[in-house]
């Protein structure tokens, strides 16, 4: 199995396989690029078709931005993800249409064991050129017309549903009900929507 399908399935995976790795360095040459863009709108629009797994009509990412590798997220028409955004795309992070995703949020599908002594690997029991450490991913699901504020943290495996706004500056770390408005750390449903 190659480290790409452990990742993909939440198995733990070596952050430093090569294939992992030239992904990344792609990524990170798309996001230059698109970086260099700002003003150019059909150029940024086919930038983000090459970085993203699947990108809907008249998104805008508004630079500066970073995510691992890019073709693990998946993002709906009319949506736009405000400045400083970070998407850990070691699992799939798909967002819905009409997404507002403020200045600064972090989508993190990225996580470690708890306890140290199964998070770290000694030398001593290491592969040659694998981490120090075990990481695994869980994917991050955003659904339709969402407004998640800046400074929120999405933590790995959770889902968003519709219609939802997220307050500035939560800490998401459970699944969020349709039609809610939640908010804090950790973020909780404050009250319907409906």
Request: charged share 20%.
């Amino acid at each position: 199995m190659l480290e790409r399908d452990r990742m993909l399935s939440g198995q733990p995976y070596n952050t430093r396989d090569e294939a992992l790795l030239a992904k990344a360095r792609r990524a990170r040459a798309l996001i230059a690029e698109l970086s260099s863009q700002s003003a150019d709108v059909s150029q940024r629009q086919r930038i983000l078709a090459q970085l993203l797994g699947g990108v809907g009509d008249e998104v805008w990412i508004e630079p500066p931005f970073f995510c691992e590798y890019g073709d693990n997220i998946y993002i709906g028409a009319l949506s736009f993800v405000n400045v400083n955004c970070v998407f850990l795309d070691a699992a799939e992070i798909r967002i819905g249409r009409n997404a507002l995703i403020g200045p600064a949020v972090q989508l993190l599908t990225v996580a470690h064991p708890l306890r140290a002594r199964e998070r770290v690997v000694s030398a001593e029991d290491r592969a040659p050129g694998a981490p120090p450490y075990v990481t695994h991913a869980s994917p991050i699901q955003v659904g339709d017309n969402v407004w998640i504020g800046g400074g929120t943290i999405v933590l790995p495996g959770v889902n968003i549903g519709d219609n939802v706004t997220i307050g500035a500056g939560s800490i998401v770390t459970s699944d969020i009900a349709s039609d809610s408005l939640a908010f804090g750390q950790p973020c909780r449903v404050q009250r319907s929507l409906l």
